[in-house]
């Protein structure tokens, strides 16, 4: 049965003997070529749809020169000033950041190309050149990973953001934006890009081995991860002043800013008696909004650690600490992010393998936590105890349901965390 395209009360026809798309007003009006052993309408014949539907309806804007568009700006100075509205949008998280990634496939291929002649068919060459236009990293010596399809499609689901967007501000007709919603992702099985691995969970007797050569704040950090379910980002954004006592008599960690903030939705983590003996001696109450796990203390208890096991004594200007030229790509940050927690753990791992290597120790993900917590308490407890514990929502969450599902979450995680 062919795929059901509609605008405004038209429907887009099929004719199998012709091999043609129509829409019925009076009589046929035919639109293109449509292969009879194809379910879905080619790009080209909806388009036409649409088009022929608006002339219907009397609205020809398509077909006028829209005086409130910017006719001359080209792809890249389209996504240039996308990404300049995305980072004041996107300040409190790294979005933007995935947003040029991706956007570069783009406007690297076609950054001359004006952005009302952007068509379906050059994001779609866009799309399978993907490989070849992609930017080298920086560093030459990192091993670089293919693209994925679930990667590739992200390229057409940003450049409608990036063009609805331009449609918002002027900058582009709402027919370009219009026509690339037609363009489809990439199919399993269908295209020669490999799957995204999957998100493993962490065996315990692996997590066991890697906490012994773990320090001490890493340690700390996974085993409360371990302990509560929370995402990495949670973990590495946690504030003394954002950890409060429940009613209950548990601590609960209230989650300032995650992916549910813009829809209203609250993110309460509660904290078990593990996890609140992990994160102890890390809290600052004196402090409340200096980051609990930062890696500047990291280095500086490492540091003073090197120095009290140092045999030969230390030279007067290494007892000073005042480098002469300091590196500027050392400096440390206030808090961990997700890439540099990930480098630390696996980090650990690897040189550890390298000393030992008749005792290794699989790489594994910080996120693999989280779902072995959450298979334990749905093994335990049942499905609807995980979903509170690691705050899923299913539909729409109100508030009164939430408050149901955190008081079952503190049970749970006195017991398990």
Known sequence: MPHLVTHLGYTLRHHKPSQRGYVFKGKRHYLGHWPRDEERAPIDVQKNFHEKCDEFLGNKKEKQPDVNCDQDITVLRLCRKFLDWAKIEFAASRHHETLAWTLHFIWK?????????????LLQKAMQDAEINRVPHPNKKRKV???????????????????????????????????????????????????????????????????????????????????????????????????????????????????????????????????????????????????????????????????????????????????????????????????????????????????????????WCPSGLRKTHGQKVRDEKGREAARSVLGHAQGSTITERYADDLTLAIEVQRELG
């Open 109 to 121: 291929p076609f950054g001359d190309v004006l952005a009302r002649d952007f068509t379906p068919k």
């Open 145 to 363: 990973k293919p693209l994925t399809r679930q990667g590739v499609n992200r390229i057409p689901l940003y450049a409608r953001h990036c063009f609805g967007w331009g449609v918002v501000e002027g900058l582009v007709p709402e027919t370009v934006h219009r026509a690339l919603a037609l363009v489809r992702g990439l199919k399993r099985g269908r295209c020669s890009f490999p799957e995204s691995p999957k998100r493993l969970l962490v065996p315990d007797d692996v997590v066991k081995r890697t906490l012994e050569i773990l320090p001490d704040m890493l340690r700390s950090m996974t085993e409360l991860m371990l302990y509560t379910g929370m995402r990495p980002s949670e973990v590495l954004k946690l504030r003394s002043g954002d950890v409060k006592k429940h009613k209950s008599g548990a601590w609960v960690y209230e989650v300032r800013s995650h992916k549910g903030t813009h829809l209203g939705i609250v993110r309460s983590v509660p904290i078990g008696p593990r996890g609140m003996m992990a994160l102890t001696r890390w809290l600052k109450p004196d402090q409340p909004d200096v980051y609990v796990f930062s890696p500047k203390e990291r280095m500086r208890a490492q540091r003073e650690t090197r120095i009290a096991n140092r045999k030969s004594p230390r030279q007067p200007s290494q007892a000073l600490d005042v480098r002469k030229h300091p590196d500027p790509d050392r400096n440390l940050g206030d808090r961990y992010n997700a890439g540099s927690f990930r480098q630390a753990i696996q980090g650990t791992i690897k040189r550890h393998n390298v000393k030992h290597p008749d005792t290794k120790i699989p790489v």
